[in-house]
DNA sequence: CAACAGTTTAGAATAGTTATAATGTAGTTT
DNA sequence: AAACTACATTATAACTATTCTAAACTGTTG
């Protein structure tokens, strides 16, 4: 579980300021021993009950923001009004219960490794996801 | 190139009403040899421009989610806050370009067959949808 | 501690989408 | 073919997620 001051050293080694809001934030995502998906209303939402603060939205909006683009989140895109980020950045896939609109990791064992064989794009590959979309055999159809 | 009446058809055998705006939808999305993908206000301004009509925009969103849900359109998320939605409905994968935000169809020589060896859901497998994201190999990290 | 660039903030603005409620129309019944 | 009914269309309002703005604030450097 990682302490404040490790925090501190995340944050500046990927140049971004220690500021309150960050290191709150931080407390939120990384200090449980799992990692988890969240939307931005979830985080809000958290930061306003667990830590009984306030932290203004658009703090929260730039901070995932600028956790996403300097590696510490992942955003997953599903067929939905909404982006969920994810505090597992390791390369995995997942499953998105169509029921409940819940993201479940993919063990590593779920696919085989995926090989790209043609990629006539003639541009580099940043990333390769696989979305498994499940639901209850007795769905309707939408 | 499909005519008329087989698009007349085609909505009444999936339920739908053959209506003046359906139809000239059905021109747009299936009259061409080639499967395509969009996003609706793209739609919405080739309706105007194509056929130099008018259809409302409550209608083209009524439509094209009727389209999906009947199995005309499939939808695709990627990483934005656009749906784009496609004409090929069969199984495949696509590439997306993020310089460009294109999309692009994988031939089925692309990936191997997916393989979901641990399903641990407990629900039925709807769909496997894979995403390749490219970029030109230069790009700056956002 | 002064200066400055980076950060936070509330609230306004924007964009995509959905809801509303009145009007119109396809298909069915008589 | 008139009447009926359920389904569709429409313009516009409402809504929701996200981004922008510009002023106030704060971490860092010298």
Redesign the pocket.
Same mark, same amino acid.
């Given at each position: 579980m990682p302490k404040n001051s490790e925090f +501190?050293d995340k944050l500046?080694s990927s140049?971004?300021?220690?500021? !309150?809001?960050?290191l709150k934030i931080c407390e939120v995502l990384f200090k449980r021993d799992k990692t988890f998906h969240f &939307? +931005? =209303?979830d985080l809000a939402k958290n930061i306003s009950e667990q830590l009984n603060q !306030? +932290?203004?939205? /658009?703090?929260?909006?730039? &901070?995932v923001? /600028?956790f996403k683009n300097k590696g510490h989140l992942k955003e997953i895109s599903i067929n939905s =009004?909404? =982006?969920y980020f994810d505090t597992n950045i390791t390369h995995h896939h997942h499953f998105l219960d169509e029921d409940t609109n819940e993201l479940i990791d993919c063990d590593n064992d779920v696919i085989e490794k995926i090989n790209v064989k043609n990629n006539l794009t003639g541009k580099k590959i940043k990333s390769v996801e696989v979305l498994i979309k499940v639901a209850s055999d007795n769905q309707n159809q939408k």
């Open positions: +501190i500046r140049g971004l300021r220690p500021t !309150k809001q960050r &939307t +931005i =209303s !306030k +932290i203004s939205l /658009a703090t929260v909006y730039n &901070t923001h /600028a =009004s909404q =982006s």
